[in-house]
């Protein structure tokens, strides 16, 4: 599968400043990012905004974002990540 540029762009914004959050983060962009939605997608990039102590909490704390969009592929990945969660 060839790699779009948005796709290359995540993976590397996902290559975060903690090793706990890139081995949660780097096997969920490599291999489910390029079959989520439009909309998942959009959630992903706005993710990856956020500040790598909200991201700790929210993936290895199992908080949730207040911000509905947020919380959505939070969950995605969480399952992704962590299938006997579901």
């Known amino acids: 599968m060839l790699e ?4 290359k762009r995540m993976r590397w914004a996902s290559r975060r400043g903690m090793l706990e959050l890139d081995l949660v983060l780097e096997p969920f962009v490599s291999e489910r990012y390029p079959q989520l939605s439009v909309t998942d997608r959009d959630r992903y990039r ?5 500040e790598d102590q909200e991201l700790f909490g929210w993936f290895l704390s199992r908080e949730m974002p207040e ?3 947020l919380a959505a592929i939070v969950r ?11």
Not at 46 to 50: E, I, P, R, T
């Open 67 to 69: 911000n509905p969009e």
């Open 76 to 86: 995605c990945i969480l399952a992704f990540t962590r299938p006997d969660l579901d």
């Open 46 to 50: 706005q993710l990856m905004l956020c």
């Open 4 to 7: 779009t540029e948005d796709h």
